[in-house]
C-alpha cells in the first residue's frame, strides 16, 4: 500500500521560505512521477509542480514558477518542495502525490496516491 507523509508546513510571514518533504513508502519510488497539489480554502485542488522519475523533467504552474523548486532523492523515497518569495496567496492545504509511470503529468486525476497534506500560511 503506498503511503505518502507531507511535513515542514507551517505558518511564515509573506516574503518567507518553507520546505516540505514528502516521504514516500509500500512503492518502488523510482518507479513514480511525483506531484504537488495545493488547495486554498473554497477553491479546487490547483497543481504546483512535477518531476518526473528521475528528476530530469520538472513542470511548475505559472504561479510559482521561479520561486519554488521540486526536487526529489531516489535513495530516500522522498520529493521536496523548496518554497520562496511567499506569498498570502500561497496559503493552502499542500498534498504530495504520486503516478506511477514514465510520462509525466500535471492533472489531478493523473496521479493515484495522496498524502494527508501539510498546512502553508503565509501571512501579510
Known amino acids: 500500500q503506498v503511503q505518502l507523509r507531507e511535513s515542514g508546513g507551517g505558518l511564515v510571514q509573506a516574503g518567507g521560505s518553507l520546505s516540505l518533504s514528502c516521504a514516500a513508502s509500500?512503492?518502488?519510488?523510482?518507479?513514480?512521477?511525483m506531484g504537488w497539489f495545493r488547495q486554498a480554502p473554497g477553491k479546487g485542488r490547483e497543481f504546483v509542480a512535477t518531476?518526473?522519475?528521475?528528476?530530469?523533467?520538472?513542470y511548475y504552474a505559472d504561479s510559482v514558477k521561479g520561486r519554488f523548486t521540486i526536487t526529489r532523492d531516489n535513495a530516500a523515497n522522498t520529493v521536496y518542495l523548496q518554497m520562496n518569495s511567499l506569498k498570502t496567496e500561497d496559503t493552502a492545504v499542500y498534498y504530495c502525490?504520486?503516478?506511477?509511470?514514465?510520462?509525466?503529468?500535471?492533472?489531478?486525476?493523473?496521479?493515484?496516491?495522496w498524502g494527508q497534506g501539510t498546512q502553508v500560511t503565509v501571512s501579510s
Open positions: 509500500g512503492l518502488t519510488f523510482r518507479n513514480y512521477n
Open positions: 502525490a504520486a503516478r506511477l509511470g514514465l510520462h509525466i503529468a500535471t492533472a489531478a486525476g493523473d496521479f493515484g496516491s
Open positions: 518531476i518526473n522519475w528521475s528528476g530530469g523533467t520538472r
